[in-house]
């Protein structure tokens, strides 16, 4: 079944550290997206990807950085200087045609700070 | 800068009776689609229904039908006969058919169902 893998599906970080969410699909969707969602307000975008090997910045993409160098892969590290990680983080991705169709999901990876 | 408002942080609604959840957005773009999607306690997005601006006829997707208010930037979502099932944190999302087709979420509505 065509879907997005997201791993670790929990994550615990210690101050100072990097650490890297993996987003998998193989739904042969040229689009990704990261978002972060905390509790009161709502998903909000970190960084997205439409094609291999370019990326943009989203609303929050301080702390945060990705890479795209194969389509089924869009891997987000959140480093040492994201001052406030903890939260639940969503992969998405999108097919070029049909957008009426929305995006598509994974399970998503919640990160702690410990 | 385009924005979506969710203003109702919570509802409630008794089992088989009918709920509806509002959302107002903000855009300056004509070509435009809308969304509502579910996140149950397992946190996996669902979506529940969608509607394109250009299409006057408001979206039904069994239980589920939205209210599409074109002119007022309204696009509330209408559950019928409700289910214990449909408990779950509910998201309206609106995408510009631009350059980078970015979903933009509201700030959800918690629903819960009484028995």
């Known amino acids: 079944d065509g879907g997005i893998t997201q791993s670790p599906k929990y994550l615990f970080r210690k101050e100072g550290q990097n650490v890297t969410l993996s987003c998998e699909q193989n739904?042969?969707?040229?689009?990704m997206y990261w978002y972060r969602q905390d509790p009161g307000q709502g998903l909000r975008l970190i960084y997205y990807s439409q094609i291999v090997n370019d990326f943009q910045k989203g609303d929050i993409a301080e702390g945060y950085s990705v890479s795209r160098e194969k389509k089924e892969s869009f891997p987000l590290t959140v480093t040492s200087a994201q001052k406030n990680p903890t939260a639940f983080y969503l992969c998405a991705s999108r097919e070029s045609v049909g957008l009426s169709y929305g995006y598509t999901f994974g399970s998503g990876t919640r990160l702690t700070v410990v | 800068a385009q924005t979506v408002t969710q203003s109702q942080p919570e509802m409630s609604v008794q089992e088989a009776e009918t709920v509806t959840l509002s959302c107002t957005y903000d855009t300056s773009e004509s070509d435009y689609y809308l969304f509502w999607y579910k996140q149950p306690p397992s946190r996996q997005m669902i979506l529940v229904i969608r509607?394109?601006?250009?299409?006057?006829q408001n979206a039904t997707e069994n239980r589920f039908s939205v209210n599409f208010q074109k002119a007022a930037k309204s696009f509330s979502l209408k559950i019928s006969d409700s289910q214990l099932g449909d408990a779950a944190m509910y998201f309206c999302a609106y995408m510009w058919r631009g350059a980078t087709n970015k979903l933009i979420f509201g700030t959800g509505t918690l629903l819960a169902v009484q028995p």
């Open positions: 509607q394109e601006a250009y299409k006057q």
């Open positions: 739904l042969n969707h040229d689009a």
